[in-house]
């Protein structure tokens, strides 16, 4: 089945560092992968659409400079989390949706576990 | 915008006993998936129903599709201590390919 490949699995930046997530589709080409984020306990919120080689779309309430997003080819997508601050320490997961007519769910990442300190 | 809730948000149960999620969405929904996500995990594709009143069983778990596309429900037989985490519900809108997950249910399965 398609795998998404997601780097780093756990990281801790300082205060006002810059962190970049990756999400790589392994066996499959996504031309679009969709960026979630998710506090403890709490359900997964669609931050923003990433689309191969066009602008990424964020969701109502989600700053564009904040969390920069590339889909620089078919097979990546990175989410970028600038001038980190402990607030934005989270759960990161990306997901591909799945090819037309597939009868299977979304495949999801691995996923980021960020600590901002 | 697009909500979907669940109840209840946790429910703890005794090894043995069934379990049921109920899953509502605040607009019609084109088809209605369902993820498992264990504790400290990825959500995992649990299946997916797109008809008006759809059921479909996979061992000891029934989904169901509400007729109105607007509600779906998750029923879980004869729990064990594997079914422990959160079943989140997540549905498609009209033309959207964004799927919008629910407020989720935690399991937890004491033995």
């Known amino acids: 089945g398609a795998v998404v490949s997601q780097h780093p699995s756990r990281v801790i930046c300082k205060s006002g560092t810059s962190v970049k997530i990756e999400c790589r589709s392994l066996?499959?080409?996504?031309?679009?992968m969709f960026w979630y984020r998710q506090f403890p306990k709490q359900s997964l919120m669609l931050m923003a659409t990433?689309?191969?080689?066009?602008?990424?779309?964020?969701e109502q309430g989600v700053e564009k400079d904040k969390f920069l997003i590339n889909h620089a080819s078919l097979t990546l997508s990175t989410l970028t989390v600038t001038s980190a601050h402990p607030e934005d320490s989270s759960f990161y997961i990306c997901?591909?949706?799945?090819?037309?007519?597939?009868?299977?769910?979304?495949?999801f990442g691995s996923g980021t576990r960020l600590t901002v300190v | 915008g697009q909500q979907v809730m669940q109840i209840p948000q946790y429910q703890h149960v005794q090894e043995g006993e069934d379990f049921t999620t109920y899953c509502n969405s605040s607009?019609?929904?084109?088809?209605i998936q369902w993820y498992k996500q264990r504790p400290g995990g990825h959500p995992v594709f649990l299946i997916q129903?797109?008809?008006?009143?759809e059921v479909k069983k996979q061992k000891r778990l029934t989904f169901q599709f509400g007729e109105a596309k607007k509600n779906s429900s998750l029923h879980i037989t004869a729990t064990q201590t594997t079914d422990v985490g959160t079943y989140f519900c997540?549905?498609?809108?009209?033309?959207?390919?964004?799927?919008?997950f629910g407020t989720g249910t935690l399991l937890a399965v004491q033995p």
């Open positions: 997901s591909a949706p799945p090819g037309q007519g597939a009868h299977y769910g979304y495949t």
């Open positions: 066996d499959f080409q996504a031309t679009t």
């Open positions: 990433s689309n191969e080689g066009s602008k990424a779309t964020y």
């Open positions: 607009t019609t929904l084109s088809n």
């Open positions: 129903l797109v008809k008006s009143g």
């Open positions: 997540a549905g498609r809108g009209g033309a959207t390919n964004k799927l919008i």
